[in-house]
């Protein structure tokens, strides 16, 4: 099985400040990658798939690059309704994991 | 507009079995993969499995193999998932989620809370 290791577990950032938050996998998952958002006491939302491609509707300061076992989502310009967790997925093949997540806050 | 309600959570004994149902609409739903997720209690998100459309394949994260398992009724447009032998690491929301291709989820539900307790 494939193993997504996300870093950093929180993050603490203040209001339009640029984050990146890494996913590393454990074998190439050849760009197979989603990035979520998930606010408290709501489901997650898809932000990125194929590690790049911007779901409907995300904000253009959201981006995902990498490729092979090195992911990472860049946010640019921190708004107050980015501050949620964030996850990372495997795509590529079941069982389809998740990062552990990353939890960004307001410093 | 696409829509996945859960339902059936609630309370459950150890050791009982439950079903939860996911009612789709806003969209063609014999035409995706769909899947279940969870999440216990202040955790990260767990993938439990997969089904695609005519549910000739499913696919499970290999530690809930054996006590849950997932089907489709397209006429109904609806997603199950059973789940038996229920512990207390069971207890954690679940959502059900629409897959395009299998790789990623577009869509979830609300979630539906799950409690294994006595």
């Known amino acids: 099985d494939i193993q997504m290791t996300q870093s950093p577990a929180s993050l603490s950032a203040s209001l339009g400040e640029t984050v990146t938050i890494e996913c590393l996998a454990s074998?190439?998952?050849?760009?197979?990658l989603a990035w979520y958002q998930q606010k408290p006491g709501k489901s997650p939302q898809l932000l990125i798939y194929d590690a790049s491609s911007l779901h409907t509707g995300v904000p253009s300061r959201f981006s995902g690059s990498g490729s092979g076992t090195q992911y990472s989502l860049k946010i640019n310009s921190l708004q107050p309704e980015d501050f949620a967790s964030y996850y990372c997925q495997n795509g590529l093949s079941a069982p389809r994991t998740f990062g552990a997540g990353t939890k960004l806050e307001l410093k | 507009e696409v829509k996945l309600v859960e339902s059936g959570g609630g309370l459950v004994q150890p050791g009982r079995s439950l079903k939860l149902s996911c009612a789709a609409s806003?969209?063609?739903?014999?035409?995706?993969?769909m899947g279940w997720v969870r999440q216990a209690p202040g955790k990260g998100l767990e993938w439990i499995g997969e089904?695609?459309?005519?549910?000739?394949?499913?696919n499970y994260t290999p530690s809930l193999k054996d006590k849950f398992t997932i089907s489709r009724d397209n006429a109904q447009n609806t997603l199950y998932l059973q789940m038996s032998k229920l512990g207390s690491e069971d207890t954690a929301i679940y959502y059900c989620?629409?897959?395009?291709?299998?790789?990623?989820?577009?869509?979830w539900g609300q979630g539906v809370m799950v409690t294994v307790s006595s």
């Open positions: 074998e190439d998952i050849y760009d197979i």
């Open positions: 806003g969209f063609s739903f014999n035409d995706y993969w």
């Open positions: 089904i695609n459309q005519d549910s000739s394949t499913i």
């Open positions: 989620a629409r897959a395009p291709g299998a790789d990623y989820f577009d869509y």
